[in-house]
């Protein structure tokens, strides 16, 4: 008898031993002339469980975890006899926490061999890109305004719209840049799909490159994933090796590749304008707008730039119809959207569902509360620019708009969530903090506004004249606000406004002997 | 596993640089070449490179300074890297923080003085569902505790 095992080899899986529980297996099971095979899969996102062992059997995979080193001698017995084992979560589609989400974007990743080509068309890959072929430029255009498909990486901004406009433009060059520059806390999406499902983003920039008439595409992301870097690298292999990048792409006219460039380190290079002067190896000092990036865009040409998870979003809506992808969503916020759970969280993971969900239902249901066990209190939405949403607000819908409306956004879809030991004060002076270390220093209200920002909330800290330099901050993050040339310096008053706001009784003067006797 | 790396030496780095000069927009490409030959931007290097790209040193000098992963000398024989950015803070990552500044004796952003171990802020591994985490020399780490962050910065100080 020979078993089949999935053993993840995501980045976040490795972290928590998913490498050394594979090596254990294999050991174990020629110790004892047990034939297996292993296959190195991406994560199916439900970090709790991680390292998760899959086993295929003829009902479908079955999931054990979190699986240990020490777990594996008995966890081979159970696989080999049949018999029941305490860490068995029974069929892997069926756990409850993965059968309520509406997977589009990840259906693959988790399932599948991520360095495989083979692997991923025999699990719907590249159907997207045939249907593409056989549209062409106009009709895929259609596709793609009609799904509503708009910009994952917070902005929103519609990617038809974007797209026809590098179409229309004319010139001898032009780019797909995929941003996978995923540098806010609380996000791993991007890292995840490049690790699990590699093909499906290169797939996504093929479509792009044959619609808007680019045949270069880079993309960039960061040095901090070298796991995610390696899967990409390799998948563009496998693919130029497979003819789906190069010339004359799955026997068509088309000729497009691809390139991966890393970052160092550097979170402003997520501004898509900072990160084309980055590819171009300059500073990643962010470029004021217009002109856009469609048409002077990477090496002064025209350019897409996208979020990886649009353009992972492109090979469903192609293959499946613009219609079913919009036949999700609320409101303008249409489709899928991969939400990242995180912080200190019970069930931490990747989430991906309809847009309307409530924040509520995220934290506390889907997130089952804190790990710690005590009451949450605040949860930052979207990254260090997100606003601190209090339970009050938990009945926000996750949409663009609804979290506009309520000063805050919905970013690259992270949630961090905090209990009742959070200190809001520290939160927003870290999230100006933040702002000064990373900030390009091109406009002054980002590069001198958050160094007096930090040290006005340490004033405010140290009990100085509290009302004054509240006043102060706020005023001072309203400057930032409109007075930004990016979303770093502009985005930055939303974490500190939104601490300000609904947690004010953080920053009340601290009442001292003096102020008693007044 | 420590990271071993080459002496600086000239004929090398203009070898690595002499390999990368032909991507466009290589500067990043290079710079991160060489740190991963030399575990450093050797500082002879920067005039090299701006002769390479027909730049001028400064520009070069630009970007080297601009990107937090370039070193201008090399890092102790280890590099212990802890998240500190929300998702970790959450999960009580300011207190690990604190307890490995304590134990290594020195702060974030700086070497041992015996130049075992340096210790470094990053800002989010992507390891956000399974915080804190870290990194040390390459090797990532997540669900970090007590116990496992003193195993970690005793790995690091042998």
Redesign the interface.
């Known amino acids: 008898m020979s078993l089949r095992l999935f053993v993840p080899r995501d980045a976040g899986a490795i972290a928590v031993g998913a490498d050394e529980v594979a090596l254990a297996l294999e050991q174990a099971a020629s110790k004892r002339g047990l034939g297996i095979e292993i296959v190195r899969t991406g994560s199916r996102g439900m970090y709790w469980l991680e390292p998760l062992v899959e086993v295929a059997t003829p009902q479908g995979r079955i999931a054990f975890g979190p699986v240990t080193e020490a777990d594996v001698p008995s966890l081979l017995d159970a696989l080999a006899n049949n018999t029941p084992h305490l860490l068995r979560l029974g069929a892997t589609d069926e756990i409850p926490w993965l059968k309520r989400q509406t997977r589009l974007t990840f259906a693959r990743c988790g399932v599948i061999d991520p360095r495989s080509l083979d692997d991923y068309r025999a699990h719907g890959g590249y159907k997207g890109f045939e249907r593409a072929l056989s549209l062409g430029s106009d009709a895929i255009l259609n596709e793609v305004t009609a799904s509503g498909l708009r910009g994952r990486g917070g902005a929103g901004f519609p990617t038809g719209i974007k797209w026809k406009t590098v179409a229309q433009a004319k010139a001898d060059r032009k780019f797909i840049v995929c941003n996978a520059d995923e540098g806010d806390s609380g996000t791993f999406a991007d890292r995840m799909i490049m690790e699990g499902d590699p093909f499906l983003v290169i797939e996504g920039m093929t479509i792009a490159g044959i619609t808007v008439g680019a045949t270069k595409g880079y993309i960039y992301t960061r040095s901090e994933y070298p796991h995610a870097i390696a899967a990409m690298n390799a998948a563009i292999l496998a693919a130029r090796r497979g003819g789906y990048l190069g010339s004359n792409i799955g026997g068509s006219a088309y000729s497009f590749d691809l390139e991966v460039r890393v970052g160092a380190g550097a979170y402003v290079c997520g501004e898509e304008t900072a990160l084309l002067e980055s590819i171009e190896g300059r500073r990643g000092v962010v470029r004021a707008k217009p002109p856009l990036p469609a048409h002077y865009g990477l090496f002064g040409k025209p350019t897409a730039i996208n979020n990886i998870l649009s353009l992972a979003a492109i090979p469903f809506i192609l293959a499946e119809g613009a219609k079913t992808y919009a036949d999700y969503g609320m409101g303008r916020s249409r489709g899928t959207m991969p939400i990242q759970l995180a912080g200190n969280l019970r069930y931490g993971g990747l989430f991906e569902t309809a847009f309307g969900v409530t924040l509520g239902e995220l934290v506390d249901d889907i997130g089952g509360g804190t790990l710690t066990g005590r009451p949450v209190r605040a949860v930052q939405v979207g990254g260090p620019l997100g606003a601190y949403f209090p339970r009050a607000l938990f009945d926000t819908p996750f949409d663009y708009e609804a979290f506009a409306a309520r000063d805050g956004l919905i970013g690259h879809g992270g949630i961090v969530v905090f209990d009742d030991s959070v200190d809001m004060r520290k939160q927003a002076r870290f999230a100006m903090e933040f702002c000064a270390i990373e900030s390009c220093g091109k406009c002054t209200p980002c590069r001198i506004g958050s160094t007096r920002g930090v040290e006005t909330i340490e004033k405010i800290i140290n009990g100085e004249r509290v009302s004054e330099n509240l006043a102060l901050v706020e005023d001072l993050c309203n400057t930032m606000k409109f007075g930004s040339l990016c979303a770093l310096g502009g985005f930055t008053p939303y974490p500190v406004l939104s601490a300000l706001k609904h947690f004010r009784e953080d920053f009340a003067p601290v009442p001292t002997t003096l102020q008693a006797a007044e | 596993m420590t990271a071993v790396f080459e002496p600086w030496n000239e004929t090398r780095g203009a070898e690595i640089i002499a390999e990368h000069a032909n991507q466009?927009?290589?500067?990043?490409?290079i710079?991160?070449a060489l740190q991963e030959a030399f575990g450093y931007v050797p500082e002879a290097a920067i005039p090299m490179v701006a002769q390479a790209?027909t730049l001028s040193r400064a520009?070069v000098h630009?970007?080297f300074t601009?990107?937090?992963?370039?070193r201008h000398k090399p890092a102790g024989r280890h590099v212990l890297k802890l998240c500190r950015?929300?998702?970790?803070?959450?999960?009580g990552g300011d207190a690990l923080a604190a307890r490995a500044e304590a134990r290594l004796g020195v702060s974030l952003g700086n070497t041992t003085a015996d130049d075992r171990v340096t210790l470094e802020p990053?800002?989010?591994?992507?390891?956000?569902?399974?915080?804190p985490?870290a990194m040390l020399d390459?090797r990532?780490?997540?669900?970090l505790d007590q116990k496992r962050l003193d195993a970690l910065v005793a790995e690091a100080q042998r």
Request: with cysteine; aromatic share 10%.
């Open positions: 466009e927009g290589a500067t990043l490409v710079l991160h790209l520009e630009g970007v601009f990107y937090h992963d370039f950015a929300e998702a970790c803070q959450a999960a990053i800002y989010c591994l992507g390891l956000c569902a399974t915080a985490s390459g990532l780490i997540g669900r």
